[in-house]
Structures are given as structure tokens and as C-alpha cells.
């Protein structure tokens, strides 16, 4: 029979060693001064950040700032964290590059649309502002190579010229699993799009075939992004993701477009998205869709904004000066001149207005990431 007195000292010892943070994260609410402690207790219980507490923040030193953003729970740290970059007492660069390690995903106030869930480090970079683009270059160094399993890693590869350094690190990012699910689905597409477009920065022959498949198993989930990298870097392989797209997809938009007040704007791509993606392909195949296109759009009298979107897709091929789609603009061409005589009609009903263009102070402004 065991002497559970024998294993009872080995057995405390690894749980209080299992519990403890690889960061030094130790601190508890205890460890803090009487009068904080129920404001801490309350944002522990509410566990969300930006909420609960505002006042209480103004009173906290910069040294207990400093062993929170070190505390057990991670609603604290990140609360912490946040403010330690609105004070000028502490040095902001420091505290993001020291904080990238922080995995912990905590919700976040959004105001009306709810909450968002994001890991710590990912807010820091969301929230923080660099005052050089070399300080920024330093920092997305070191996500790239050191952190590229964070959300920012992703989004960053929309904005970032490619360099050759970075290649295989964004090769890897696009073809490994993200975010499975319990039977094996890809759950984390919304990311992975990022790291193919910056992929297709890079215009290797070889990386096509990749973001061709990745696009057809995942159809439903492109966003603006994937529209936006097909219309930038066109290949003829594409012609099966726009085909696919345009049976399965195209026709169930909801008509929220991405930039509408509908909230998170990554996750949804909009008809025009579709339209002027297509329109830049220049093929054959192109213009075959867009004229099966053009002849279905104002059968789906149910979406509201079909109007806008079929002279969107007019306007593409009537601008598009490519002779591949010389037959079709003469096809249209009755269609795109009513719409232009109506904007002309507009635009002198309008000619006397002033814009308004206010004066907006950027001195201040600093680089986002």
C-alpha cells in the first residue's frame, strides 16, 4: 500500500511550482495596499478590461503599476499595461518589448459592440504609438521572429514591404495550422490571409499554388484581404477561386460592407471587394464571369444595395481599358453612359456646396501598427 505521507511533500511541491508563471507573475491582490484591494477584487470579478476601476487608476503609484503588470491575474496586468503607456513617467518602448511574451487572452470594452478578445501583447501593439518608423521596423523584427504566432504578426504583413530576410518566417506563417478545431477545421483563415498576402508580395511562381488552394478550401471565410491580394498580384490560377466564389458566395452578401458601422471590419469582404478583384485578372475567364455576373445581379432584388453594386461592376469594365474586355464594354455601353449622365446630373446639383475640410492638428500623431 502507498504511504500517501511520503508522496504528499513531492506532490505540493510540483503543484506550487505548475501554478507559478514562467514570467514572474506572482502577485496577488494581498500583496497590495488595503484600499486597492476591492477595486482589484472588482475588476478580477468582472474580468474585463477598460471598465471597472477608472477612478482608482489615478491613484495608484507607478511602482504598484509596475508589480500588477507582473500580477497573477491577467485582467490586472493588462489593465496595468494600459495605463503604463497613457503615463509619461514611464518609457512606453520599454514596456511593450518587455511585454510581448504575455500570451494571456483577456476581454476587452469595445463600447456598444461588446467585447473584444485579444491577447495582452497583441493590445500593446494595438494601443501603442512609435515616435520613428526605426523604432517600429525594431519592433516588427522582433515579432517576426521571436513572436509571429501573435495576431499583430499577421496583420502587420498588409503593410510591410517584403524583405528577403523575412521570406521563409511568412512562408511558415501561411501553411501552418492556426486555430483547429476538435475535428480538424482551420478556425484561424482570418489570419492566414495576411500571412499569403504577404506571401504574394514576394511574386515566387512557386507561392501561387498555395494561396490558390488555401483560398479554394476556405471561400467563405475571404475577407477584403485575399480580394485585395488577388487584385494586386492577378494570376490566371485564380480563375477557380473567383469561379467558386462567384457560385457559392458572391450572391449571399448581406450587404454589410466592411467598412460600415457593423463592427470588426477584418472579418467580411463586400460585393465590390469581389468586382474590382475580378475586373484587374484581365483574361478571358474574367470577362465571361463578369458578363454572367452583370446579367444576374438585378435578378437578386432582395439586397438593397444591388443597385450600387451593379454600377460599381459597370464602371469597372467601362474603365478597365484592357482589350480582353473590349466586346463586353460594347455590350454595356447604353448601361454605363445612363449611370454616367446620372453622375454628371449629380454632381451639378451639388457644384455650389462647399466641402467641408476642417483643420485637424496631427502634430501630435505618432505611428500606429
Known amino acids: ?157 498588409l503593410e510591410i514591404a517584403p524583405q528577403e530576410k523575412y521570406y521563409s518566417l511568412i512562408k511558415e506563417m501561411a501553411t501552418r495550422p492556426r486555430r483547429l478545431s476538435y475535428d480538424g477545421y482551420e478556425m484561424g483563415f482570418d489570419d492566414i490571409e495576411y500571412a499569403l498576402y504577404g506571401l504574394a508580395k514576394f511574386r515566387k511562381k512557386e507561392d501561387v499554388k498555395i494561396i490558390k488552394e488555401k483560398f479554394l478550401k476556405n471561400y467563405y471565410r475571404m475577407s477584403f484581404v485575399s480580394f485585395r491580394l488577388m487584385k494586386e498580384f492577378p494570376d490566371t490560377a485564380y480563375t477557380d477561386v473567383f469561379k467558386k466564389y462567384h457560385r457559392l458566395r458572391f450572391y449571399r452578401f448581406s450587404g454589410d460592407d466592411k467598412d460600415g458601422f457593423t463592427g470588426n471590419d477584418d472579418n467580411r469582404a463586400s460585393s465590390t471587394d469581389f468586382i474590382t478583384a475580378l475586373a484587374a485578372q484581365n483574361s478571358p475567364s474574367s470577362a465571361e464571369l463578369f458578363d454572367t455576373l452583370l446579367n444576374r445581379i438585378p435578378k437578386f432584388t432582395c439586397n438593397l444595395n444591388i443597385g450600387w453594386v451593379e454600377d460599381h461592376a459597370l464602371m469597372e469594365i467601362w474603365n478597365t481599358k484592357d482589350p480582353v474586355y473590349e466586346k463586353l464594354r460594347n455590350k454595356i455601353s447604353f ?33 500606429r501598427w
Open 1 to 157: 500500500m502507498l504511504n500517501l505521507r511520503r508522496l504528499y511533500a513531492p506532490l505540493l511541491t510540483i503543484l506550487l511550482f505548475s501554478c507559478k508563471s514562467n514570467h514572474g507573475n506572482h502577485y496577488l491582490i494581498q500583496d497590495f495596499r488595503k484600499s486597492l484591494q476591492p477595486y482589484l477584487a472588482l475588476i478580477v470579478s468582472k474580468d474585463i478590461v477598460g471598465v471597472y476601476g477608472y477612478n482608482m487608476w489615478k491613484i495608484v503609484t507607478d511602482e504598484e503599476l509596475i508589480r500588477l503588470s507582473k500580477s497573477e491575474h491577467p485582467v490586472l496586468r493588462a489593465s496595468a499595461l494600459r495605463v503604463m503607456l497613457d503615463r509619461k513617467s514611464f518609457n512606453h518602448f520599454d514596456v511593450v518589448m518587455n511585454h510581448l511574451d504575455d500570451t494571456a487572452i483577456v476581454a476587452y470594452d469595445v463600447g456598444e459592440f461588446g467585447v473584444s478578445w485579444r491577447m495582452i501583447s497583441d493590445d500593446l501593439l494595438k494601443k501603442y504609438r512609435w515616435e520613428s518608423s526605426q523604432s517600429l521596423n525594431k519592433t516588427i523584427e522582433l515579432v517576426l521572429t521571436k513572436y509571429n504566432y501573435l495576431r499583430s504578426a499577421y496583420t502587420i504583413l
Open 335 to 367: 448601361r454605363a453612359r445612363k449611370y454616367l449622365k446620372f453622375q454628371e446630373k449629380f454632381r451639378d446639383a451639388f457644384k455650389d456646396i462647399q466641402p467641408y475640410n476642417p483643420s485637424i492638428d496631427t502634430t501630435g500623431e505618432h505611428i
